[in-house]
């Protein structure tokens, strides 16, 4: 089977990967793209998906080497579900933050859009994801995309480690190497600071392997400070024509922008500071 060098497979919808840690803003900025009518997205997070062929792996960083041209077939069928009628696919699953020389393993030519946001804010809104409950409407309308072939395998999971809730099991966001070990011997503040360093770290490392001209990076903060500009720069990079009232930008807020200063205690930003330092001095945040 001969791969596409710039999207889905047969039909021309060229693929554009949306990478960014979890709780970094992806999912509003996937949502206003995708208002465009051009672009359509795929609607939730599918590491399910991703993972096809290689479920027994104990974390969510894929590498290259596990790709098979089987596993690359269902991935393609999957995708081309939501490309079919449209310029442009964005996805955004935010374990694909570990695993981006795997993605262009798939798809050499795809666009990536790397979105970042403030380490502390980050690890403040994952913290209070941690703590909130099931939300059972969000997770039957996901499950309404999951193939049935995966459908009992990831429920079943999903269902026993959000249930239970075991300190030495559960976990919110990316399974990134290491974090089992975390979850026995390490405080909530030290994991979703590793968490967000490891998946941080890696777009940084890996971002050498994508073509510079297939490259957009975007800041969380300059994007709810200037979302009109930063989307008509993103549409030049995608190549699509924009027009006056296609977006609705009254969906994008402000007020999430600094709010770990109210929602962390300063012991809190002691055990984070030296975890997310290095990272939040090469995106020169002030820290």
């Not at 894929?62 to 596993?71: E, H, R």
């Not at 403030?118 to 703590?131: A, K, L």
Request: contains cysteine; charged residues 25%.
């Amino acid at each position: 089977m001969e791969r596409s060098l710039s999207g889905v497979i047969d039909n021309g919808t060229e693929i554009v990967f949306l990478i960014g840690a979890a709780r970094s803003g992806t999912k509003i900025v996937r949502d206003i793209l995708s208002m465009h009518p051009s672009i359509n997205c795929v609607p939730y997070d599918i590491n399910f998906i991703w993972r096809t062929g290689n479920e027994g792996l104990p974390h969510d960083q894929l590498p290259p080497y596990s790709y098979s041209d089987q596993s690359h077939r269902r991935i393609d069928k999957y995708l081309k579900k939501y490309s079919k009628g449209y310029s442009v696919l964005i996805e955004k699953t935010v374990s694909n933050t570990v695993r981006i020389p795997f993605l262009l393993r798939h798809y050499p030519n795809a666009k990536f859009v790397f979105l970042y946001r403030n380490g502390f804010d980050v690890c403040e809104s994952v913290m209070r994801q941690w703590e909130l409950p099931v939300d059972q409407h969000y997770l039957i309308d996901k499950l309404k995309h999951v193939p049935i072939r995966h459908a009992l395998s990831y429920g079943l999971k999903f269902v026993t480690r959000n249930i239970k809730r075991d300190k030495n099991n559960f976990f919110w966001g990316v399974n990134y190497p290491g974090l089992k070990e975390h979850l026995s011997n390490a405080s909530r503040e030290e994991i979703v600071a590793y968490q967000w360093r490891y998946c941080v770290g890696k777009m940084l490392e890996d971002k050498i392997a994508i073509p510079r001209s297939n490259l957009m990076e975007i800041k969380y903060e300059e994007f709810v400070d200037d979302p009109k500009g930063i989307i008509n720069n993103t549409m030049i990079f995608l190549h699509i024509e924009q027009k006056n009232g296609q977006i609705d930008y009254k969906r994008i807020r402000k007020d999430n922008v600094g709010k770990s200063g109210a929602g962390l205690t300063s012991s809190q930003k002691k055990v984070i500071y030296p975890i997310i330092k290095d990272i939040m001095t090469n995106l020169k945040y002030a820290i």
